[in-house]
């Protein structure tokens, strides 16, 4: 099993940034492809950014590029989501995600464990 739990999230005026993090637990963490994913109100879940086991490979939705960055610390069984610039559509509930493969895939049905969420508001 994995836990996963997130923070970070908050209020926030357009052309803000929050970071987010999401710690994880139990089975072998640094070699889990890593995923944020989100949900705005009334909309489908979808794919905002994923790393690989060895943060070598990124990966983003085309709306965050150039303002979303992930990273992760395997030390500290941490992935992070750097979010500069953000807009009011970036507004979502956001989830972390993982499985046991080192490679990335943008599929939600794909990730078996799934964070509680941290919510994310951003103002005009």
């Known amino acids: 099993q994995v836990q996963l739990v997130e923070s970070g999230g908050g209020l926030v005026q357009a052309g803000g940034s929050l970071r987010l993090s999401c710690a994880a637990s139990g089975r072998t963490f640094s070699r889990n492809a890593m995923v944020w994913f989100r949900q705005p109100p009334g909309k489908a879940r979808e794919f905002v950014a994923g790393?690989?086991?060895?943060?070598?490979?990124?990966d983003y939705a085309d709306s965050v590029k150039g303002r979303f960055t992930i990273s992760r610390d395997n030390a500290k069984n941490t992935v992070y989501l750097q979010m500069n610039n953000l807009k009011p559509e970036d507004t979502a509930l956001y989830y972390c995600a993982t499985r046991i493969t080192q490679y990335i895939s943008t599929r939600r049905d794909e990730y078996p464990y799934w964070g509680q969420g941290t919510q994310v508001t951003v103002s005009s």
């Open positions: 790393i690989s086991w060895s943060g070598g490979t990124t």
